[in-house]
């Protein structure tokens, strides 16, 4: 079992940064693959970004592509979301999610564990 808590959510203004961060609980963080998910009021959720147990690949949104870098710490047991040149478009709750087959996925249903999410709004 692994419990994820998201924290680093805020209000920042267009072309502003943000980090988020995700802790895991549990002693096999290290063999996970982790991404990152957002969801606005009616849409489905969709893929962010996604990253290998041992950090060796990452895969991102092609609307994300070239402003996000996700990354790890293993030793911390944390995943981040570095989010550079923030649009309003980016506004949504994010989410973290862990999948135990150690290759990142950009499909929902891959991932077995979700955190309960952070509020992230970027103003015009």
């Known amino acids: 079992q692994v419990q994820l808590g998201e924290s680093g959510g805020g209000l920042v203004q267009a072309g502003g940064s943000l980090r988020l961060s995700c802790a895991a609980s549990?002693?096999?963080?290290?063999?996970?693959?982790m991404g990152w998910f957002r969801q606005t009021p009616g849409k489905e959720r969709e893929f962010v970004a996604a990253?290998?147990?041992?950090?060796?690949?990452?895969y991102y949104a092609n609307s994300v592509k070239g402003r996000f870098t996700i990354s790890r710490d293993n030793a911390k047991n944390t995943v981040y979301l570095q989010m550079n040149s923030l649009k309003p478009e980016d506004t949504a709750v994010y989410y973290c999610?862990?999948?135990?087959?150690?290759?990142?996925?950009?499909?929902?249903?891959?991932?077995?564990?979700w955190g309960q999410g952070t509020q992230v709004t970027v103003s015009s």
């Open positions: 999610a862990a999948r135990r087959a150690g290759y990142a996925s950009s499909e929902r249903a891959d991932y077995d564990y």
């Open positions: 549990g002693r096999t963080f290290s063999m996970y693959a």
């Open positions: 990253i290998s147990w041992s950090g060796g690949n990452t």
